[in-house]
T-cell receptor, first 112, second 117 residues
C-alpha cells in the first residue's frame, strides 16, 4: 500500500516559470507535511513544512495543503537551473508513534 | 558546528562481510533513523530509535542490526544476510522521539554509499 504518492517525473520547466509539484497521501491522520530537496548524490534537505490548510510562503517557495482532498503541493516561482533536483514529500501522523513517511520523489529539471 | 556526521562517505565491501556504518549527531536529538535509498527510489526505513537503549524495526530491517548505547550515536551494521546491500545509506535525527510536535522534522546526514564487490 502506497501511503504517499508523487509523480516520478521528470518534470521539465523553462527557467523563470512556475514549477508545481504534487503529493497525495492516504492516511487521514497525517497532520504535518514536509518538502525536502535532494540533489543528485546528496542527502535530502528540508525546504518547508506545513500543517494548516491553505498556503505557506517562504521566498520563492509556496506549500499548499488541502486536508479534505489529502493533497499537498509545492510551487517554485521563478524557477532556476539550480532548482533542478528531486523533491521528496513526507508526512507525519502526530503522536502515532511512527516516523515520517516519504514519497518516492519528483525529479524536476529547469531548462535554461 | 552542529549537525549529523556519517562515515565513511564511500565504503566497499566484499560479499559475505559484515560492515558498520557510523552516524553521530551533536544536536541533542532524541530520535535517530536509518534509511536506505536505491537509484531512482524513495527512502526506505531500516531502523529507528526514539530513545537511548531502545530501537524498532522499520520496513526493511532484515539483514541489518543497530545499537543505541549513547544518545549521539546510532551505528548500523550491514550483515552478510542482507542480500543486496549496495545502496546509499542515510542517517537522520529529530528532536522529539515521541513525535508529539507538529513541526518536528527529520534532518539528514550526508550519507554513506556502500558498494558490495
Amino acid at each position: 500500500q502506497k501511503e504517499v504518492e508523487q509523480n516520478s517525473g521528470p518534470l521539465s520547466v523553462p527557467e523563470g516559470a512556475i514549477a508545481s509539484l504534487n503529493c497525495t497521501y492516504s492516511d487521514r491522520g497525517s497532520q504535518s507535511f514536509f518538502w525536502y530537496r535532494q540533489y543528485s548524490g546528496k542527502s535530502p534537505e528540508l525546504i518547508m513544512f506545513i500543517y494548516s490548510n491553505g498556503d505557506k510562503e517562504d521566498g520563492r517557495f509556496t506549500a499548499q495543503l488541502n486536508k479534505a482532498s489529502q493533497y499537498v503541493s509545492l510551487l517554485i516561482r521563478d524557477s532556476q537551473p539550480s532548482d533542478s533536483a528531486t523533491y521528496l514529500c513526507a508526512v507525519k501522523r502526530i503522536g502515532g508513534n511512527t516516523p515520517l513517511v516519504f514519497g518516492k520523489g519528483t525529479r524536476l529539471s529547469v531548462i535554461a | 558546528d552542529g549537525g549529523i556526521t556519517q562515515s565513511p562517505k564511500y565504503l566497499f565491501r566484499k560479499e559475505g562481510q559484515n560492515v558498520t556504518l557510523s552516524c553521530e549527531q551533536n544536536l541533542n536529538h532524541d530520535a535517530m533513523y536509518w534509511y536506505r535509498q536505491d537509484p531512482g527510489q524513495g527512502l526506505r526505513l531500516i531502523y529507528y530509535s526514539q530513545i537511548v537503549n531502545d530501537f524498532q524495526k522499520g520496513d526493511i530491517a532484515e539483514g541489518y542490526s543497530v545499537s543505541r548505547e549513547k544518545k549521539e550515536s546510532f551505528p548500523l551494521t550491514v550483515t552478510s544476510a542482507q542480500k543486496n546491500p549496495t545502496a546509499f545509506y542515510l542517517c537522520a535525527s529529530s528532536i522529539d522521539g515521541t513525535w508529539t510536535s507538529s513541526t518536528d522534522t527529520q534532518y539528514f546526514g550526508p550519507g554513506t554509499r556502500l558498494t558490495v564487490l
